[in-house]
């Protein structure tokens, strides 16, 4: 299981990897799905490739999800790094899952459950009709350290302060 640290979890999300796929990954589009999306890699946007978000990936130790990671090397090999060209790991892992369709059994995690930045902090509609149902968000499509701490402040999802004295094990 990995995940970017700009998240906030507010339930255990391995009761949603139902069945025994190889790889399972969050949207990153902020338009609203229906409750019972398909759960299927998305179509290709404008840019020729799934908007899929590599924030959240949890992989079978299979020779599927171990193909999809070296296709995903392979891919960020190629893309320019540099300061300039301001390259991330996002664009590379949709080439790498669109070029390894039907090689690998994948499954998007649902939305209601896993939203995105986009759409969980600027539809307020939506997040009222999903209440209860939110696992993971994503504090994304906002830049800068402060912005995303003030952001999960002002939604009440910043829980740090107030559970500082403990840990995963319980109090210090």
Known sequence: M????????????????????EVY??????????????????PPGKK?????????????????????????????KEQPWSRKAKSNDQPAFNWALLKTTGQVDVYLLPQSAFPTGGLYFKNKTWVK????????????????????????????LWLVDEHSDESPLGKI
């Open 25 to 42: 990954f969050m949207d990153d589009m902020s338009e609203v799905k229906p409750l019972n999306h398909s759960h299927a890699l998305p």
């Open 129 to 156: 009709e999903t209440k209860g149902k939110h696992v993971i968000i994503h504090n994304n499509y906002i830049t800068g350290f402060e912005k995303k701490i003030k952001r999960f402040r002002d939604h009440k």
């Open 48 to 76: 020729g490739r799934p908007y899929i978000c590599s924030c959240m990936i949890f992989l079978q130790p299979t020779e599927g999800a171990k193909l999809l990671m070296r296709k995903w090397i392979e891919e960020l």
């Open 2 to 21: 990995y995940n970017d640290v700009d998240m906030v979890w507010l339930a255990d999300p391995f009761p949603y990897l139902v069945g025994n796929h």
